[in-house]
């Protein structure tokens, strides 16, 4: 039977992990919010000039422009003809032989066509005055000037438009939005389950719980250790009330807050503290190492539940290599566990007669030989209840979900290969990244 206290909290592991999930997801959607704002407005500021920049024609908004700035000027369709001109020297010299006729009609079809060449000569001036006259060169290099910008808008319009098919700000945006309001909602149901009590009896609704957490979950997009570091940092100042200096990104994995996460981690979930205890009380020094610990911190930080079928203890005695006694510790282990806890037991000294890789000198030669930076860490108890670990790679890699080969299985890479496609790890934790 499970206790009331055991079922109190189950509900109240859930609710805690729930929330610091919502408020990851809240923090992204409220970013990618802001991007999706600036990218809307910027497209319907370049859109709407680009297309009134199309419809009227870049040369037409340049001489409405211009001409609404410039003087007024005769304009070029009036016939040069009829404005006065001043005679010239030679229009003004008498001339002797010049007789008048009778027939004024007769004498002007005889004489030279003054008149006509010289309203011919005001008309090509007149021509050319139109056309720019000597002002030409700078209404050229302006109307350039405007047709470039003209050219820069609709480049900037590409280019947002491109930005958002890249990032997808408001596709983003939405999904996360969308999570924490499922969030939201499944920790008011948890609220209401824990007002109203459930017992031992209604497993189903221990199992829903568990199922429709992860249900969520699976939906939203990936998050990482910095996201749940920010989000913590960000609940802990809400419930405090009291404001705080904000961390930047580059100083939350530090080694100080690998090594608190780790071990909040570990703290948060009581198998993984009895395992621990029941491994200290044997009398001998067992170490809880492996995919057990590599996999509660990555459900840790994806929101991910993931079942743990395997327990890998390990310690390292050089001076008794029988693999009979590891299956003695093995059974004496497994009789103080609950019932369907499987634990493996292996001296790590004795490994490369199984594996056929270098013999190791001490434990944590052996755990820096293991295949994967992320999964070689082991962890114990001490005597006064402190977490204590083996991470000869650090933490970096198992906090930023990155695996890649140890240097020994970089240089030999059949097991690491192997491994790497017979765990899934993508299939179980989204925004891994698997280092080929």
């Given at each position: 039977?499970?206790?009331t206290?055991?079922?109190?909290?189950?509900?109240?592991?859930?609710?805690?992990?729930?929330?610091?999930?919502?408020?990851?997801?809240?923090?992204?959607?409220e970013k990618?919010r802001?991007?999706?704002?600036q990218?809307?407005?910027?497209?319907?500021?370049l859109?709407?000039?680009?297309?009134?920049?199309?419809?009227?024609?870049?040369?037409?908004?340049?001489d409405?422009?211009?001409?609404?700035?410039?003087?007024?000027e005769?304009?070029?369709?009036?016939?040069?003809?009829?404005?006065?001109?001043?005679?010239?020297?030679?229009?003004?010299?008498?001339?002797?032989?010049v007789?008048?006729?009778?027939?004024?009609?007769?004498?002007?079809?005889?004489?030279?066509?003054?008149?006509?060449?010289?309203?011919?000569?005001?008309?090509?001036?007149?021509?050319v005055?139109?056309?720019g006259?000597?002002?030409?060169?700078?209404?050229?290099?302006?109307?350039?000037n405007?047709?470039?910008?003209f050219?820069?808008?609709a480049?900037?319009?590409?280019i947002?438009?491109?930005?958002?098919?890249?990032y997808?700000?408001?596709?983003?945006?939405?999904?996360?939005?969308?999570?924490?309001?499922q969030?939201?909602?499944?920790?008011?149901?948890?609220?209401?389950?824990?007002?109203?009590?459930?017992?031992?009896?209604?497993?189903?609704t221990?199992?829903?719980i568990?199922?429709?957490?992860?249900?969520?979950?699976?939906?939203?997009?990936?998050?990482?250790?910095?996201d749940?570091?920010?989000a913590?940092?960000?609940?802990?100042?809400?419930?405090e009330q009291?404001?705080?200096?904000?961390?930047?990104d580059?100083n939350?994995?530090?080694?100080?807050?690998?090594?608190?996460?780790?071990?909040?981690?570990?703290k948060?979930?009581?198998?993984?503290?009895?395992?621990?205890?029941?491994?200290?009380?044997?009398?001998?020094?067992?170490?809880?190492?492996?995919?057990s610990?590599?996999?509660?911190?990555?459900?840790?930080i994806?929101?991910?539940?993931?079942?743990?079928?395997?327990?890998?203890?390990?310690?390292?005695?050089?001076?008794?290599?029988?693999?009979?006694?590891?299956?003695?510790?093995?059974?004496?282990?497994s009789?103080?566990m609950?019932?369907?806890?499987?634990?493996?037991?292996?001296?790590?000294?004795?490994m490369?007669?199984?594996?056929?890789?270098?013999?190791?000198?001490?434990?944590?030669d052996?755990?820096a030989?293991?295949?994967?930076?992320a999964?070689?860490?082991?962890?114990?108890?001490?005597?006064?209840?402190?977490?204590?670990?083996?991470?000869?790679?650090?933490f970096?890699?198992?906090?930023?979900?990155?695996v890649?080969?140890?240097?020994?299985h970089?240089?030999?890479?059949?097991?690491?290969?192997?491994?790497?496609?017979?765990?899934?790890?993508?299939?179980?934790?989204?925004g891994?990244s698997?280092?080929?």
């Amino acid at each position: 039977m499970i206790s009331t206290h055991s079922i109190s909290e189950y509900l109240e592991k859930y609710r805690n992990k729930a929330t610091v999930v919502r408020e990851i997801h809240s923090n992204i959607a409220e970013k990618k919010r802001w991007w999706d704002l600036q990218h809307t407005l910027a497209t319907i500021v370049l859109g709407a000039a680009f297309t009134f920049m199309g419809f009227m024609g870049a040369d037409r908004i340049f001489d409405a422009l211009s001409s609404s700035d410039s003087p007024t000027e005769v304009s070029p369709h009036i016939p040069r003809a009829h404005i006065p001109r001043l005679p010239t020297p030679e229009q003004t010299t008498v001339q002797p032989n010049v007789t008048t006729k009778a027939r004024g009609d007769s004498a002007d079809r005889s004489s030279p066509d003054t008149t006509g060449s010289s309203l011919a000569a005001d008309s090509s001036q007149a021509s050319v005055e139109a056309n720019g006259g000597f002002g030409t060169p700078k209404k050229t290099k302006s109307k350039n000037n405007f047709v470039l910008l003209f050219s820069l808008a609709a480049l900037s319009l590409f280019i947002v438009s491109t930005l958002n098919l890249i990032y997808r700000w408001k596709e983003d945006h939405t999904s996360h939005f969308r999570g924490v309001v499922q969030l939201t909602a499944y920790i008011n149901w948890l609220d209401e389950l824990r007002f109203i009590g459930i017992n031992s009896a209604d497993i189903y609704t221990l199992k829903r719980i568990r199922d429709r957490y992860q249900s969520i979950v699976e939906a939203l997009p990936p998050n990482n250790a910095k996201d749940y570091l920010r989000a913590k940092k960000n609940l802990t100042r809400k419930t405090e009330q009291t404001p705080t200096s904000e961390t930047k990104d580059q100083n939350l994995l530090n080694e100080d807050t690998s090594f608190e996460f780790i071990t909040n981690v570990t703290k948060k979930s009581p198998l993984m503290i009895m395992i621990l205890k029941n491994l200290r009380e044997i009398g001998c020094v067992f170490w809880l190492g492996g995919g057990s610990i590599r996999n509660q911190v990555w459900d840790e930080i994806t929101g991910c539940t993931t079942p743990i079928d395997d327990f890998d203890v390990i310690y390292f005695d050089k001076d008794n290599l029988d693999p009979a006694y590891e299956k003695y510790l093995e059974k004496k282990l497994s009789l103080r566990m609950p019932a369907g806890i499987k634990i493996s037991v292996k001296n790590q000294a004795r490994m490369h007669l199984v594996s056929g890789e270098p013999a190791t000198r001490s434990l944590e030669d052996a755990i820096a030989q293991w295949p994967e930076t992320a999964t070689a860490i082991a962890i114990r108890l001490s005597e006064l209840d402190e977490i204590v670990t083996i991470a000869p790679y650090g933490f970096n890699d198992l906090l930023n979900m990155v695996v890649r080969p140890t240097p020994y299985h970089a240089a030999h890479r059949a097991s690491y290969e192997a491994r790497k496609a017979s765990k899934n790890w993508a299939t179980l934790w989204s925004g891994l990244s698997i280092q080929s």
